[in-house]
């Protein structure tokens, strides 16, 4: 790995909110004593009431996690009502379509009427307070208004990504039993259209087997596409603002809570149902957004994640318009209508910071530096990626190329379960290192421990926990605080354990190497193998299958099955095509296999057990070091799966 060492730029230094005098001076106050540490910066929201107490968390026992818990306050109100006076007419969001012909600027004043209205529709049709409600959207500005009018009054929304398949959509629905759901007639992407309603009315029809009765679909017109229509229960968005009022007073919330519910995959079984809270988490994503791009009044961000993910959420949504700040939502896809576009759309709006995803680096890379190159980008002044393990190839074209060398790239780990950044760079105060995500922002005590889970000091490589908690944290999975308990706090007892595999340097910097689990991390998706076997094993042909990552070029990880077929079925190409598509309409395209091998048997230790260790091995093409075969019940099957492999270099 690169240790090259880019010292912070006398630019970035110059007017940063944060200094490296100041973050280590605030970091040893965050730890020392964290209760006044938050108590001053939970102020920088506005409470209805006032909290009086600041920290109650415990990683023991049935661990229960709260922040603020006396106070009240919206999100909301916090997000557009509070910057009214001062901010009305500024732009809150810019929006810039697929089609690069199509965008348009919503100032804060006609963010606080949309919401307004959009909150009232929800409350005519019986939305309440605690109330689920599914948000299956593109990326339009009508999904913002979604999640804040919810917020408004108190409903809980769970965001579903767009990408996802109307099965995945109904597991969603059912799990938190959310009877009105919020979509599109169609999402537009890279020119092609994602019939979202369509999905929607056949995600319906799997929860009503489930006895989830949807009682309304709001829908958005994006592309006046045809759709079906269920007259009692469809309702038109257009139609709908109209009849309601432009004012909605935002409900008191307690800071605990709950704002939204957020579906995310884990090493074992279905997805799980992170559950993020009020005030806490606001006032992380807010400080976070704040220090670690250094958001200066008036910078034009752009953060290029679907708020179909967690960082939609708390950095193109919460966090940047909690700080009043304008926040561009872009519907398209980097390399539509050319490889220029993400430069195209930083000239054409002088984006100041602009945060991006690893796997679009290295898309973008590969197409050469000339569409870059011909774009000026002069109004770039802080870099960012997040999402997966930045390979230093990729961070010094992002710095160079991208950069120019004039701007510092904030390398963020963070995760859906974290709530906001907590691995990071402040871009005035960090020396870089490509590669690295360097060092905790306030208030967050990573630690390395080995497989024992023996604390490791210094320099080492190890399992990254955190060992005590921050105001962005999760609270539990949506109706099971059992499986919370035992997925974060019991692999190693008393501390949040991240499923991250990570080092430290000699300077203390924190080098994430990956997931340790079986979850994969693909083009910065999140998968769990155990979701990826469950769709395969669901076709007619397959008896057993097994699924493992591999080094992938382009998407980081890609997706390695192995199939094991019905008992007198011939693997073939086309057999091949049909499991790809199979897995594509169980979960989505984002799940798409990348390499099928049929495999007769598959190693298994006497007691039943896949040894995915082997697996990995032969995915990677490295069977020379397969370890200790002798404990599998049939070592011959190795031989075959060698054989066969799919990934002969
Ligand atoms: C990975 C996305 C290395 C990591 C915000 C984590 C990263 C998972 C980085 C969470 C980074 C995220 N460097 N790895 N800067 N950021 N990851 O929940 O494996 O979609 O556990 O949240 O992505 O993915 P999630």
């Not at 200094?19 to 970091?27: G, P, Q, S």
């Not at 309603?197 to 017109?221: C, E, G, P, S, Y």
């Not at 501390?495 to 080098?511: E, I, N, Q, S």
Request: aromatic fraction near 10%; glycine fraction near 8%; proline fraction near 5%.
């Amino acid at each position: 790995m690169s240790e090259k060492v880019y010292p912070v730029l006398p630019s970035a230094k110059k007017n940063a909110l944060i200094d490296n005098e100041t973050y280590l001076a605030w970091y040893k106050q965050s730890i020392k004593d964290p209760e006044k540490f938050w108590a001053k910066h939970g102020k920088r929201i506005d409470w209805f009431k006032p909290y009086t107490k600041v920290k109650n968390t415990s990683f023991e026992g049935k661990v229960a996690i709260k922040w603020f818990e006396d106070g009240q306050t919206n999100v909301s109100y916090n997000c557009i009502d509070r910057h009214l006076k001062k901010r009305g007419d500024q732009v809150a969001i810019i929006w810039e379509g697929d089609n690069p012909y199509l965008d348009k600027k919503v100032t804060y004043n006609e963010l606080y009427e949309q919401v307004c209205r959009l909150a009232n529709v929800l409350k005519k049709h019986g939305v309440k307070k605690g109330d689920r409600v599914t948000i299956y959207m593109p990326m339009i500005v009508e999904a913002t208004y979604a999640m804040l009018a919810c917020a408004r009054i108190g409903a809980v929304h769970s965001v579903v990504f767009g990408g996802f398949s109307p099965d995945a959509l109904a597991g969603r629905i059912i799990d938190c039993e959310s009877t009105f759901v919020i979509t599109a007639d169609e999402g537009m992407r890279g020119g092609k259209p994602i019939p979202l309603k369509d999905n929607t009315d056949k995600a319906i029809d799997i929860a009503a087997k489930h006895h989830v009765m949807v009682k309304n679909v709001l829908v958005v017109r994006r592309t006046g596409g045809k759709t079906s229509w269920a007259p009692n229960r469809d309702l038109w968005y257009h139609e709908e603002i109209l009849s309601v009022k432009p004012e909605c007073k935002p409900e008191k919330m307690k800071a605990e809570d709950p704002l939204f519910i957020l579906y995310t995959s884990g090493s074992t079984g279905k997805p799980k149902g992170v559950l993020h809270t009020t005030g806490g988490y606001l006032v992380y994503a807010s400080m976070t957004h704040q220090y670690v791009f250094d958001y200066h009044d008036g910078d034009i961000y752009w953060c290029t994640a679907d708020v179909g993910w967690v960082t939609g959420h708390s950095y193109i949504v919460y966090g940047p318009l909690a700080n009043g700040a304008t926040t561009l939502m872009f519907e398209g896809v980097p390399n539509y209508p050319t490889n220029s576009r993400f430069w195209e759309v930083i000239d054409k709006h002088k984006v100041n910071i602009f945060y991006t995803a690893p796997t679009a680096i290295r898309a973008l890379m590969s197409a050469g530096d000339e569409p870059v190159k011909k774009t000026s980008r002069k109004s770039l002044r802080i870099l960012g990626s997040v999402g997966e393990p930045i390979n230093p190839e990729a961070w010094e074209w992002y710095y160079q190329v991208v950069g120019d060398k004039r701007s510092p790239i904030v390398d963020t780990w963070w995760q859906t379960e974290t709530g906001g950044i907590l691995i990071t760079p402040l871009p005035g105060a960090t020396d870089l290192k490509p590669g690295s995500a360097t060092r905790p922002f306030f208030g967050v005590q990573p630690q390395l421990v080995d497989n024992e889970g023996d604390v490791l000091e210094g320099a080492a490589d190890g399992n990254l926990c955190i060992t005590d908690s921050w105001p962005g944290q999760m609270r539990t999975l949506y109706g099971d605080h059992k499986r919370f308990i035992e997925a974060y706090f019991s692999t190693y007892k008393g501390k949040y354990f991240t499923g991250d595999g990570c080092r430290r340097d000699k300077d203390g910097y924190y080098w994430i190497t990956g997931r340790v689990d079986d979850v994969l991390n693909v083009s910065g998706h999140r998968m769990g193998t155990a979701e990826v076997e469950s769709a395969l094993v669901s076709h007619d042909t397959v008896s057993e299958a097994a699924v493992v990552g591999y080094p992938h070029d382009l998407k980081g990880q890609g997706i390695y099955c192995y199939v094991t077929l019905m008992a007198g079925l011939e693997g073939s190409d086309e057999l091949r095509k049909e499991l790809v598509a199979h897995v594509r309409k169980e979960i989505g395209p984002i799940a798409s296999p990348d390499k099928i091998q049929f495999a007769p048997g598959l190693p298994k230790t006497r007691s039943g057990k896949i040894m995915r260790r082997i697996l990995r091995k032969i995915a990677e093409d490295d069977f020379g070091s397969l370890g200790d075969t002798s404990t599998l019940a049939d070592p011959a099957v190795v031989d075959d799966l060698i054989a066969n492999r799919q990934n002969k270099k």
